[in-house]
């Protein structure tokens, strides 16, 4: 019954999955369909938009094309219109620098002939005023050469008398100078010879005490260095006697050409005496040169203590020394500074004295010599403020004059102009307004031609969008005829699938049931053969038991029904009868 089942399932599971494949399959193919149908559509609608681009593209270049003519017909209106406004004002420009040119000539003819007025009489002005400054200036030179010579006079005699007292003093001082400067030396050389006997003392102390540390440490040092080469000279010798004697005993060896063993043994013992040697000789040595040390390093010790000792008190010696001569020396210059001192006070008494003396003698001179140039002065402005007067009453006078004439001049200049701006003016209105019109011309001209291929661009456009939604249309109807189609084929796929699927699970059900059917007639059969069977036996053993019974018994059913077991009578029910 299970396998029967399992079956059964199998057989469901089968047609389920061959209905999802073909379902799978089927599904594949509609999405295709719709793929190829909107791949269809997509192309239709990009040809569509590459026509109406290109519609668009027409009609754009159309109108661009009316537009640049336009554009270029407006700017040859425009620069024709400019070409005949800057040709007027040209012209007028050129009358109106004439007479302006005529304006300025006649301005600048009437200044210069003021300007030549004002020269002439400033010059005749100046001419004035330089001949009486040169009569006041000569009038003031005059009255100052006898001052001057005066002054002169009075100022050499007060230099030469201060000269004088000033050569006194300044020999005075350089006497008192040269002795400061011989008591100073003196006294330095004194201070160095006193420095130079401490420093030769200090500095033979020092390398007597050295000496004789030098002399004790090679008192000690320079046996003990005799006897370590003694030492060494003899551990040479007994080396070198040793290696003779070993190579006298291997050469008194008695063994045989080819008694490798003894030869061998010989061998041995001279290497052995070599090595004995070499020992020997090299403790020898070693215990001189350590018995040296020992001796040697002391007594360095003791050198270079002394040394140190010696040096210490000769860096004392030589710091007493300096401070003695240090102080030698600030004695000398303290001694030096105060005749310096004394020698400069009276140096600066003597020339105060001549200072004073030669500043009365100048006073007295410039006094006398300002009173005689204030006098010569005052005369000198007195005429000098009556040429400046003079002068500027002229410059007052030739100035009006020329003002007055620049006034009339201007006013004859500024009439002229006024004439050739109106003139100007007005031709420039006329032109202004000639060149506005043709402008204004050009602007109609050109809105009306953009107008015009407007409407030529609309309505192209308008076509051009009117056939791309023809199109797009068609393109739809056709996708959803291909859409349609592939459903309708998807559906009657389906249909045929499912019914083939319920035919499959029908058919394994009638299977399934059939072998059910079998199945339980068999069971039912074979339990009527089984208890036929039990029945036949269940007799079979009665009769057999009852025969038993009627005949007596044996030791094996006596057994039995004792109720007893042995291994080849088990214990069971049918043994207690």
């Known amino acids: 019954m ?55 593209d027409s009609a754009a270049s159309i ?24 040709t007027r004002m040209s012209s007028a420009g050129s009358i109106h620098e004439t007479a302006a040119t005529a304006a300025n000539d006649g301005y600048e003819t009437d200044v210069t002939a003021a300007d030549g007025d004002y020269e002439t009489a400033m010059n005749s002005a100046a001419s004035d005023y330089n001949s009486d400054m040169d009569d006041a200036n000569d009038t003031y030179d005059a009255d100052m050469v006898a001052p001057d010579a005066q002054y002169e006079l009075d100022m050499d005699a007060a230099n030469d008398a201060h000269k004088t007292e000033m050569d006194t003093a300044n020999d005075a001082y350089e006497i008192d100078m040269d002795a400061a400067d011989d008591a100073y030396e003196t006294d330095i050389a004194n201070a160095n010879a006193d420095y130079t006997t401490a420093a030769t003392g200090a500095k033979n102390t020092y390398d007597g005490d050295v000496d004789s540390a030098t002399a004790t440490y090679e008192g000690i040092v320079n046996p ?47 290497e052995t005496d070599l090595k004995n040697a070499t020992d020997d000789y090299n403790t020898a040595v070693t215990n001189a040169a350590n ?8 007594a360095w010790a003791d050198w270079v203590t002394k040394e140190q000792d010696a ?20 004695d000398a210059l303290a001694d030096w500074q105060a005749l310096a001192d004394t020698a400069n006070g009276n140096w600066q008494t003597a020339a105060t004295d001549a200072d004073a003396t030669w500043q009365t ?52 200049y500024d009439a002229a102009m006024k004439i050739a701006d109106d003139d100007l003016a007005a031709e420039e209105i006329l032109a202004k307004a000639d060149y506005d019109q043709k402008v204004k011309d050009a602007d109609d001209d050109w809105d009306r031609a953009e107008a015009a291929a407007q409407a030529v661009y609309d309505l192209a ?9 023809t199109a797009e249309a068609n393109a739809y109807a056709a996708y959803e005829s291909s859409i349609g189609v592939a459903q309708n084929i998807w559906i009657a796929s389906e249909a045929a699938a499912r019914s083939a699927m319920e035919i499959q699970i029908e058919f394994a059900k009638n299977i399934a049931e059939a072998a059910l059917t079998a199945a339980q007639t068999s069971l039912q059969t ?26 007596g018994t044996s030791a094996t059913t006596a057994s039995a029904w004792s109720g007893g077991s042995s291994p080849t009578n088990p214990t069971t029910s049918w043994g207690w009868g």
């Open 2 to 56: 299970t396998s029967l089942a399992v079956q059964l399932q199998n057989d469901f599971t089968t047609a389920i999955d061959s209905y999802n494949t073909t379902i799978t399959s089927i599904t594949g193919m509609y999405d295709t369909a719709v793929s190829g149908a909107i791949s269809v559509y997509d192309g239709a609608i990009t040809s569509a938009n590459t026509i109406l681009q290109g519609a668009y």
């Open 63 to 86: 109108y661009d094309g009316a537009l640049t003519t336009a554009n270029d017909d407006y700017k040859t209106a425009v620069d024709d219109a400019a070409t005949a406004y800057n």
């Open 224 to 270: 003990a260095h005799q006897t370590y080469l003694d030492d060494v000279k003899t551990a040479q010798d007994d080396y070198d006697q040793a290696v003779i004697d070993a190579g006298v005993a291997m050469g008194s060896a008695t063994c045989d050409a080819m008694d490798f063993a003894c030869w061998d043994t010989v061998h041995q013992q001279y």
């Open 291 to 298: 018995t040296f040390i020992g001796i040697e390093e002391p």
């Open 311 to 330: 040096w210490d008190q000769y860096e004392l010696d030589m710091k007493d020394a300096d401070a003695v001569a240090t102080q030698a020396e600030t």
């Open 361 to 412: 003698s100048a006073d007295d001179a410039l006094a006398i010599w300002t009173i005689a140039e204030a006098n010569a002065f005052a005369d000198w402005e007195t005429a000098s403020a009556d040429a400046d007067a003079k002068y500027t009453q002229a410059e007052t006078d030739a100035t009006a004059a020329w003002e007055l004439a620049e006034v009339g001049a201007r006013a004859r």
């Open 461 to 469: 456009v308008e076509a051009a969008e009117n056939d791309w939604i």
């Open 526 to 551: 074979s339990l009527t053969t089984a208890q036929t069977t039990a029945a036949n036996a269940e007799a079979n053993a009665m009769a057999t038991f009852e025969a038993a019974i009627s005949g």
